[in-house]
């Protein structure tokens, strides 16, 4: 009993954060759909050679794009427009990755960069101008370049 | 001090790892970036007198920080309370910054003046700025900046950034900042997830004064629609809510607000050596073309640059065959950030550039007035120059590798500053044609 109560509390808890809490780089297919709800964007697929991307155009012109595998795991992400996309919902558990280098004592605010042999994410821009990528190579599928994210 | 990685670099400086070993040779000769330069013009502007009203001395030295940043380009401005002759602080080490607008500094700076924050009609303003790193969380405040040489910025709205628990995070009264705004579904909000870049250690500096391409922050975006991530209005007590903001109001670019010299800026530092120096003093002349030692020669190329969209503050490069780079100069850049496979990383500071010896790579920069030419910039070995010299805070030869220049572009930071004027024409401005927003570039005087 006591473990069913818990279990119903999580699934509630997991409910109420739902479109909060799935991430989309690394997570599965159903995260892309999570990310259009949050980013409240229109959407647009396209199957390409190994891989499928998924544009998302928010409101304020951000465009973000997701590129998922045969099984439908986001094994990269992208974005560019005036404004930062939310990088905590779009980097998911990478997002620690990229807060753990922002407290490092850096050089500044015009780009972050993580060169890893799991994770590499490239954030750049200044005011009005940002631009930035962020992949898996571990999980690339085989053919698909680092240059096929853009 | 040893550096791991290279985590990030770009407006304030850059770590370096001094005591690292080997690399490259670094000579002692001076050199300049000879080559070609045709993007930029030939003709010096006047040499500035020190004392004129429009000339605001200006300095890469070492960091606030100490040992381990470079090429951190700073000022000394005196902050008062709006209105106030006598409650005022003199903030030095604050960075001089082409890529942002407005002014920055982090509550621990300013809470000596104790100034009132800025409310709307549903509370204390507060704004997330989008940095590349990161997001930066503070109020809003009216003060009034005065230079070195009585040029003055009255009753302009700049931004009190939060520095920690102790500093503010309580909602209300005046002089604390408001909590930042978690996120909220109903808005599709995903809240201010700051705190990771709002001290004087995080910055590297007391603050940023950015003199930027445009008069404000964010713009007529966020004047005409409610833009995450941007400005809140936030009612005691509870979550913060996205709020309209005008432009009149947001957080704009001092140098607009000076009288007469308010279209742009010039950023002067002399030449140095290819092995760096250890301080370097120079000069940002307000105005262009307003007096006589801000003139812009007609033979100088302008690079007008696109004033909104996503080639915003960008002219067109052309690199290594490839075309449709958004390229641009940046004083908060502290090094060239581009992609080049063919020159090596150092292994010792990771993230630089490690050329076995001086290399010089040439671009074309084209404006969106279809005005332009090449540039050159030089490497040296990174690994080599922080181990010869670990005293020196200069650097005109350093590079960082992004692995795309699609998407990142080709980012002409502050090596390229030294030995030139660089001009930033603000947007909106006519008396250069064409009109702002543009770059132009010059030898120094």
């Known amino acids: 009993m006591r473990t069913r109560i818990q279990h119903t509390l999580t699934m509630l808890i997991c409910l109420a954060y739902a479109p909060w809490s799935m991430a989309a780089l690394g997570a599965g297919p159903d995260s892309v759909d999570a990310d259009q709800l949050h980013f409240k964007s229109e959407r647009r697929d396209s199957v390409q050679s190994g891989y499928q991307t998924h544009e998302l155009t928010s409101p304020t012109g951000t465009v973000v794009r997701e590129y998922t595998d045969a099984t439908g795991h986001v094994f990269a992400v992208s974005w560019r427009g005036s404004h930062l996309p939310d990088l905590r919902q779009l980097l998911g558990v990478s997002y620690m990755r990229f807060t753990a280098a922002a407290q490092v004592p850096h050089g500044g605010h015009t780009a972050l960069l993580v060169h890893d042999n799991d994770l590499v994410i490239e954030s750049t821009g200044r005011m009005r101008s940002f631009a930035g990528r962020a992949y898996l190579p571990g999980a690339m599928p085989i053919g698909v370049a680092q240059d096929a994210i853009h | ?445």
């Open chain 2, 1 to 445: 001090m040893r550096l791991k990685s290279l985590i990030s670099l770009g407006l304030f400086a850059i770590l370096c790892g001094c005591g690292g070993g080997g690399g490259g040779g670094s000579s002692d000769t001076t050199t300049t970036t000879a080559a070609t330069n045709t993007a930029c013009g030939t003709v010096k502007p006047a040499v500035p007198n020190s004392g004129d009203i429009n000339v605001q001395p200006i300095v890469v030295s070492a960091s606030i920080n100490g040992t381990g940043f470079v090429n951190t380009l700073t000022t000394t401005i005196k902050v008062c309370a709006q209105g106030s002759l006598v409650n005022c602080k003199f903030v030095s080490n604050v960075q001089v910054d082409t890529g942002s607008s407005g002014l920055r500094m982090p509550n621990s700076v300013v809470s000596v003046l104790n100034l009132p924050r800025l409310s709307g009609a549903n509370g204390e303003y507060g704004e997330c700025v989008e940095f590349a790193d990161g997001l930066v969380w503070g109020g809003l405040a009216a003060v009034d900046v005065y230079f070195t040489n009585g040029a003055a910025a009255l009753n302009i709205n700049m931004q009190v950034l939060n520095d920690g628990p102790s500093a503010g995070y309580a909602s209300g009264s005046d002089g604390v900042d408001p909590v930042p705004p978690a996120a909220n579904a109903a808005e599709g909000d995903p809240g201010c997830d700051s705190g990771l870049e709002d001290s004087v250690t995080a910055l590297g500096a007391n603050g940023i004064i950015g003199v930027g391409l445009f008069n404000q922050d964010c713009g007529t975006d966020c004047a005409g629609s409610l833009v995450p991530q941007t400005y809140y209005q936030c009612p005691a007590g509870t979550n913060c809510l996205e709020t309209l903001m005008p432009t009149n109001i947001q957080v704009s670019n001092p140098i607009i607000f000076v009288p007469t010299n308010n279209n742009g800026v010039i950023l002067e530092l002399p030449q140095i050596s290819v092995a760096g120096a250890e301080s370097v003093n120079g000069n940002m002349v307000f105005g262009i073309g307003t007096a006589t030692n801000n003139v812009l020669a007609a033979s100088t190329p302008v690079l007008a640059v696109a004033d909104t969209g996503q080639g915003a503050g960008s002219f067109a490069v052309t690199y290594n065959g490839q075309s449709g780079i958004l390229g641009f100069f940046d004083s908060g850049s502290s090094v060239y950030f581009f992609a080049d496979s063919s020159i090596p990383s150092c292994t010792t500071n990771t993230g630089f550039f490690c050329p076995s010896s001086q290399i010089t790579r040439t671009l074309t920069a084209t404006g969106v007035n279809s005005v332009g030419g090449t540039l050159s910039v030089t490497l040296e070995n990174a690994d080599g120059l922080f181990a010869a010299n670990t005293n020196f805070n200069a650097f005109n030869d350093l590079g960082s590798p992004i692995n795309s220049l699609s998407i990142s572009g080709f980012d002409l930071g502050m090596p390229y500053f030294f030995g030139n004027s660089m001009y930033t024409g603000f947007e909106s401005q006519t008396n250069v044609t064409p009109n702002g927003p543009y770059f132009a570039c010059a030898p120094n005087p």
